[in-house]
């Protein structure tokens, strides 16, 4: 069975850094496209960015600040956060593709690892 977990998260004061790790089982990670998202209080979940056979895409809110890479060795995909700012704050969840491409559709989903930016 497909699973992805999420781990990584804690509080974070404003410009600091923070790296959230998304570990695979059931399936070799870098088969599929894994995305990142995030759900913060009252709002609807977004799209963080995601990683797929091609490319490496960012929403433009986190573009510049915010970085995906995968380890295939460790079967995980991080996203590391830099300069964050309080409306980073956020459940933040992986979720593995159905296939090959960040376009296709998310299926198998984490749990979320709550990131909370303040001083």
Do not use: M
Not at 73 to 93: C, F, G, Q, R
């Amino acid at each position: 069975q497909r699973q992805v977990a999420e781990s990584g998260g804690g509080l974070v004061q404003p410009g600091g850094s923070l790296t959230l790790s998304c570990a695979a089982s059931g399936f070799t990670l870098e088969d599929l496209a894994i995305g990142w998202f995030r759900q913060a209080p009252g709002k609807e979940r977004e799209g963080v960015g995601c990683i797929d056979e091609i490319d490496t895409y960012y929403d433009d809110s986190v573009k510049g600040r915010f970085t995906i890479s995968r380890d295939n060795d460790k079967n995980t995909v991080y996203l590391h956060l830099d300069s964050l700012k309080p409306e980073d704050t956020a459940v933040y969840s992986c979720a593995a593709s159905g296939g090959t491409s960040c376009a296709g559709t998310f299926d198998s989903w984490g749990q979320g690892t709550q990131v909370t930016v303040s001083s």
